[in-house]
């Protein structure tokens, strides 16, 4: 599986900003897609994930009611939708697949998401 992440930028703290994730390959393997970001100096952390099967999604707590993942099967590509964005949430988002067990093991190359005060 390939993944093409895009959609990143500069934006205003409270602004918006929707991150894509366009898979390639072997999609059918796919079973997960999460997002993932790491922020300048710190440990890449968990965000969020969407079941691409079924939709469920699961949210890492300080973006729990500001952050929507949403998938479409048809265009093989996940969504990242980013509200009320805050300072510390500036960090490089990834995008990454895993199989219905195991670690994620496809990673996108990362998009930059900078939130200005």
């Known amino acids: 599986v390939q993944l093409q992440a895009s959609g990143g930028g500069l934006v205003q703290a409270g602004g918006s900003l929707r991150l894509s994730c366009a898979a390639s390959?072997?999609?059918?393997?796919?079973?997960?897609m999460g997002w993932f970001r790491q922020a300048p100096g710190k440990e890449r952390e968990f965000v969020g994930s969407?079941?691409?099967?079924?939709?469920?999604?699961y949210y890492e707590d300080s973006v729990k009611g500001r952050f929507t993942i949403s998938r479409d099967n048809a265009k093989n590509t996940v969504w990242l939708q980013m509200n009320s964005l805050r300072p510390e949430d500036t960090a490089v988002y990834y995008c990454?697949?895993?199989?219905?067990?195991?670690?994620?093991?496809?990673w996108g190359q990362g998009t930059l998401v900078t939130v200005s005060s």
């Open positions: 390959g072997r999609t059918f393997s796919i079973c997960v």
């Open positions: 969407i079941n691409w099967n079924v939709g469920d999604t």
């Open positions: 990454a697949s895993r199989r219905n067990v195991g670690s994620y093991s496809s």
